[in-house]
């Protein structure tokens, strides 16, 4: 598909009153039934569960209380979490953009045979779990791994490069880099090689192309893969368990300890609904961004 | 009237398309953990279960965790699909409290009378049904010299190979009341400062905290060196590693983990699940299992071998130091908190 083609699309054909609405309410029943039971129904149970009585046994009563989330605002640990999920996701996401956009932009502008074995190749880590791609990471940033032994052939000092916040960088960054370069290549759709071709035939150097054609043009992508993989990165927890070493807490690790091992279920559901919450203003930021944007 | 609903559950639960082998059948649910656990208690005591009960099966429904066993009875409180479930004692409690389960007692499960004081644990529907204990686990290629005391993890040699399952998780909680107790800590519920502190020496060693999948394949493929884990499933990774794993009881002590066997309030195959919890803690089942996997059995009447009994806690009662799980729930929390603000940042 051409950008130029994106952009031309024409406006809608107006739909005729009366008609036209039965089989889109037809068309979105499914989908919203599958997401009232599938979704809504266990996220209003979550929200339930949240105001429950909890005993330091584990054992929940169905009596109402705001216990759990007072504990969770007055303990500045909380507030901790929170802020180390943000940043550290943050972190990731910025780092996820800048190692998937030159891909993304080769991408775009091959074509062909090499296009398909390319974007194979981009989409096919996706085809293996987190969980064994994380155990990779765990060969490759060991103590004895592949970067620590070859820094100390060339004897250099090695580098702790897991068990902690690095660890987890590195891992989710190259986890979640599929998800941005799919982002961003779908973004990519106003990026018109002509209009490149005309700025430079005009006498304009690469970078500036770059800054005042391309950037502009692909914001729209990199909106949409920042918000993905800030809300990938703020709800994964295997990679954060496997590769922090039990010293990086993040809300997603920290819900699956108060639900699986301190069986503190009022508590993981409340940090699950605080995970929605910061999910719904990541959501509003980028409809904000992709309004000025576009 | 009572088969034909069992029959229907058992149709419905697993699929099955035999039905008349289980019009005469009656089916025992048991929700236990699985991998290892479920491997070796399947041949130790599921199949010589079904072998002198010929009219009852046993359906062995795994599940990774206490917490997700807790889970699924909740979730199925209004109709149960298990009899039986074999869990850590302090999630046992919750259920209790939870009244997800019936009361096991001598009028049901007659063998009850035979277990040791401890495997009975008040305000607990269920009875303990293995002894599990913490125990240092190292590599024997790569540490030379047995270590003999919890604080060898503070050894300078040791420096990043250490693996310790932390807290949350009960080993690290074990940890610390080990050694606040050799510290001369005299009461846990009051306080483990002495305990924390003396992690917080291990600390700076500590390579992970969060071992994975488990801390033996850590400690056996040289990752970490030395560490802390469950004795049985130690025992059990040492023959399978070909002795590279080793296992000792420091000289500080241990404290036990105890798994209880509990009943399933308004569970499909009542009688028969009673029935079979009634073999799981018979001497001859904790006897088999002890064999097989190492626990320490909680029947006082079975009489188990002396090369098996020799790698449980059974024979070094001493050194066990005696813990109230249910208790020290109360307590958890400040000491997490200890945790994470006096031992977590000494190991970054």
Not at chain 1, 41 to 50: E, G, K, Q, T
Not at chain 2, 25 to 31: F, G, I, L, N, S
Request: hydrophobic share 50%; net charge positive; glycine share 8%.
């Amino acid at each position: 598909m051409s950008a130029g083609a994106a952009i031309a699309l024409p406006a809608p054909a107006p739909r005729e009153r009366g008609r036209g609405v039965a089989p889109i309410v037809a068309l979105l029943a499914p989908i919203a039934l599958i997401n009232a039971v599938g979704f809504l129904a266990p996220v209003l149970n979550l929200a339930r569960m949240s105001f429950y009585e909890v005993e330091p046994t584990g054992a929940m009563r169905e009596v109402y209380t705001l216990a759990t989330w007072a504990k969770v605002f007055s303990d500045g640990y909380y507030a901790g979490l929170i802020f180390d999920s943000i940043t550290v996701s943050l972190g990731i996401t910025l780092l996820t953009l800048l190692c998937s956009y030159p891909i993304a932009l080769y991408l775009h502008r091959s074509s062909g045979t090499w296009r398909t074995i390319l974007l194979v190749l981009v989409i096919s880590p996706l085809l293996t779990s987190a969980v064994v791609r994380t155990y990779g990471w765990i060969a490759i940033l060991a103590e004895n791994g592949l970067v620590n032994n070859a820094l100390a052939t060339l004897g250099l000092a090695k580098l702790k490069l897991m068990f902690n916040a690095t660890g987890v960088t590195i891992g989710l960054t190259e986890i979640l880099m599929p998800y941005m370069i799919l982002a961003l290549l779908a973004g990519f759709g106003r990026l018109d090689p002509r209009v490149e071709e005309a700025a430079a035939t005009l006498g304009a150097p690469p970078f500036t192309i770059f800054r005042r054609i391309i950037l502009p043009l692909t914001l729209p992508g990199i909106a949409l893969g920042c918000l993905l993989c800030f809300v990938l990165a703020v709800s994964s927890f295997i990679t954060p368990k496997l590769l922090g070493g039990g010293r990086v807490f993040l809300l997603a690790t920290e819900i699956y300890d108060e639900a699986i091992v301190t069986l503190n279920w009022p508590l993981a559901a409340t940090l699950s609904i605080l995970v929605l919450i910061i999910f719904g203003g990541a959501l509003m930021l980028y409809s904000r961004a992709l309004r000025a944007i576009l | 009237m009572k088969t034909s609903v069992s029959f229907a559950i058992a149709v419905v639960l697993a699929g099955l398309s035999a039905p008349a082998a289980f019009a005469q059948q009656q089916t025992v649910t048991v929700m236990g953990y699985s991998g290892l656990f479920q491997e070796r208690y399947a041949k130790a005591v599921v199949e010589p279960f079904m072998k002198a009960n010929p009219g009852i099966k046993v359906e062995y429904f795994p599940m990774p965790n206490s917490a997700q066993m807790l889970g699924n009875l909740r979730a199925q409180k209004a109709a149960p699909q298990a009899d039986v479930v074999i869990m850590d004692v302090s999630v046992s409690k919750a259920a209790t409290d939870e009244k997800l389960l019936t009361k096991i007692d001598e009028k049901n499960v007659p063998n009850v009378a035979d277990l040791y004081p401890n495997a009975r644990i008040p305000d607990v529907d269920g009875v303990g049904v293995t002894f599990d204990n913490l125990v240092m686990l190292y590599n024997g290629e790569a540490v030379k010299d047995a270590p003999k005391s919890w604080m060898d993890l503070a050894k300078p040699e040791f420096k990043g190979k250490v693996a310790i399952p932390g807290m949350p998780d009960i080993q690290g909680l074990s940890l610390v009341l080990i050694m606040d107790k050799a510290r001369g800590g005299t009461d846990y519920l009051k306080s483990v400062e002495k305990g924390i502190a003396a992690l917080g020496e291990i600390a700076p060693n500590v390579q992970t905290w969060e071992p994975k999948p488990e801390v033996y394949p850590v400690i056996i493929s040289g990752q970490a060196v030395i560490g802390a884990g469950w004795n049985a499933r130690a025992q059990v990774n040492a023959d399978a590693s070909g002795g590279k794993l080793k296992a000792v009881l420091p000289e500080e002590g241990s404290v036990f983990q105890i798994n209880t066997i509990s009943l399933v309030a308004n569970g499909p195959g009542k009688d028969a699940g009673a029935k079979f919890a009634n073999y799981a803690l018979s001497a001859e089942a904790q006897k088999a299992f002890t064999e097989s996997m190492f626990y320490a059995p909680t029947n006082a009447k079975a009489q188990i071998s002396d090369a098996a009994i020799a790698r449980t806690a059974v024979k070094s009662m001493n050194k066990v130091i005696p813990v109230d799980w249910i208790a020290l729930a109360k307590v958890r929390d400040p000491i997490m908190e200890q945790w994470r603000r006096k031992v977590i940042p000494l190991s970054r």
